[in-house]
């Protein structure tokens, strides 16, 4: 079966506590993304791969890395969390391609929800 | 930059009634248009999409049709049930901004609820 698989689900840690949430993705795809998801705010793109060690910015990277040493993995780390963090966080793959009609759907895997105290 | 405007709700129905959320967007050239649901617990599903102006995405009895003129992507159902009730995204993809990044950008969310 064809899915973007996170882990874990649920995690409650301490202000500056290293964490990892993984991502992972059986289809091959190039591109993965991670977004996180407030209320009254929508999904927001924290960072995001083209391709094995091609990564990027996305609209709210501060206080987060990543990393892309394998096509099928895309592990989100937050090195000293903190309250602001807490959030729900979803990792997305897709084929890539380039163009307008080279649109290819993303796909999301089932959220991790982060709770820093 | 781009940007997604959409109905904020909560949207409360009764079984078989018609669905109507409202989604107006902001972009340069012409984006994609994707309506995704995220059902209680669930990551989002791509529920239905539009690539270029007058195309209509449908899905499981949803409708919504890409109208540049006003630059709008209204989600549309005509009887739903109780299954349907959920959030409800809207997002776009603009291919001519953000290099290869191939982003969405969501509005806020609607959450929908169907009551028997």
């Known amino acids: 079966e064809a899915q973007v698989t996170q882990n874990p689900r649920y995690l409650i840690t301490v202000t500056g506590k290293k964490l990892t949430v993984t991502c992972s993705q059986n289809?091959?795809?190039?591109?993965m993304s991670w977004y996180r998801q407030d209320p009254g705010l929508g999904l927001r793109q924290i960072y995001y791969?083209?391709?094995?060690?091609?990564?990027d910015k996305g609209d709210v990277p501060e206080g987060y890395k990543v990393s892309r040493k394998e096509k099928r993995n895309f592990p989100l780390i937050l090195e000293s969390p903190s309250p602001n963090q807490t959030s729900l966080y979803f990792c997305?793959?897709?084929?890539?391609?380039?163009?307008?009609?080279?649109?290819?759907?993303?796909?999301f895997g089932p959220g991790t929800r982060l709770t820093v105290t | 930059g781009d940007s997604v405007t959409q109905m904020e709700g909560p949207v409360t129905l009764s079984e078989e009634a018609f669905l109507t959320i409202n989604c107006t967007y902001t972009?340069?050239?012409?984006?994609?248009l994707f309506w995704y649901v995220q059902y209680p617990g669930e990551g989002l599903q791509l529920l239905l999409k539009?690539?270029?102006?007058?195309d209509k995405g449908s899905n499981k009895g949803f409708e919504a049709t890409y109208r540049k003129e006003t630059t709008s992507f209204h989600l549309e159902k005509g009887s739903v049930q109780v299954s349907d009730s959920a959030v409800y995204f809207c997002?776009?993809?603009?291919?001519?901004?953000?290099?290869?990044?191939?982003?969405?950008?969501f509005g806020k969310g609607t959450l929908l609820t169907v009551n028997p």
């Open positions: 539009a690539t270029k102006a007058d």
């Open positions: 997305a793959s897709s084929l890539s391609g380039q163009g307008v009609v080279a649109y290819y759907e993303q796909y």
């Open positions: 972009a340069t050239g012409y984006p994609s």
């Open positions: 997002a776009l993809r603009n291919p001519n901004s953000g290099g290869s990044n191939y982003k969405l950008t």
């Open positions: 791969s083209m391709n094995v060690e091609v990564t």
């Open positions: 289809m091959n795809h190039e591109y």
